[in-house]
């Protein structure tokens, strides 16, 4: 399956993966600080941004995800990379981990560890948001012409929406109105808790202070979940820290991929 990335920079591999409804350009804000240090990969998931949807009759299931990631990890000639995401792409970077995929995991606000009622708030809280992003967007932007309203519109993905540009966030809007895999995801997970231990694998679990759709006991139950992860707290962020605190969230992404490449991926380097 052909997934649609942007890539930049040099250094060891850092796949990143955005959350249910976003795209891509989620990291846009903290890529040329990775690119820096990091060859960067910003993938759309299937039914995605500018990804096509899986196939007929496949279910969106994380095991099917993982399946097409590792497909394109060898595609890409990435050995064992290592992995952040956001949300859901969270949840499937702890995945890839568990299963001894990548070199390292960073999880920013991952999903997987709600209760049935937090999991119901969640879905209804999205589901809120997709029909929101159906208004023209000429209202739209009269609407979040005022900071205040901005924040009523926005401020459960974003801490900070009052920071962002109208554009992007209208950009925003379109990829949650029109991604095709929203729906068949969202019926999926409601199955889906993360049980797994990632024992062999650098682990960073990262929230945000102010995440309103993914809220605390979450992250705590994170913890207890992963206890030998390394937790940061991301003051003043929301459920999509990188447009809240870009510097912080790079610096906390390339500490997470801060692991040597373990003798398998040299291996599979030195015949490329």
Request: with cysteine; proline share 7%; charged share 25%.
């Amino acid at each position: 399956m052909d997934l649609v990335f942007d890539r930049r920079g040099d250094g060891p591999p850092l796949v990143l993966l955005h959350g249910i409804g976003h795209r891509r350009q989620a990291w846009d804000p903290v890529m040329d600080a990775l690119a820096k240090e990091r060859d960067v990969i910003a993938v759309d998931l299937p039914g995605f941004g500018g990804s096509p949807p899986l196939p007929a009759g496949t279910p969106y299931t994380v095991g099917a995800t993982i399946g097409i990631l590792t497909d394109f990890f060898d595609r890409l000639d990435l050995g064992r990379p290592h992995i952040a995401g956001n949300s859901l792409g969270g949840l499937f970077a702890l995945e890839a981990a568990d299963r001894g995929l990548v070199s390292s995991a960073t999880a920013l606000s991952p999903a997987g560890f709600y209760n049935a009622r937090e999991l119901a708030f969640a879905a209804a809280t999205l589901r809120a948001s997709r029909r929101a992003a159906a208004l023209p967007e000429a209202l739209m932007a009269r609407l979040a012409d005022s900071p205040r309203r901005r924040r009523v519109m926005f401020g459960m993905i974003y801490g900070r929406p009052d920071r962002m540009d109208f554009a992007t966030l209208a950009a925003d809007a379109r990829a949650l109105r029109s991604c095709p895999g929203f729906e068949p995801t969202l019926r999926a997970g409601r199955r889906v808790r993360f049980r797994g231990s990632c024992a062999d694998v650098p682990v960073t679990i990262a929230w945000g202070v102010n995440d309103r759709l993914l809220r605390m006991a979450q992250a705590v139950r994170a913890q207890r979940t992963l206890p030998n992860a390394r937790f940061i707290w991301l003051e003043g962020c929301g459920h999509v820290p990188m447009w809240d605190d870009p510097e912080l969230v790079a610096r906390v992404l390339l500490e997470g991929s801060d692991h040597p490449l373990r003798d398998a991926d040299r291996a599979v380097r030195a015949e490329v």
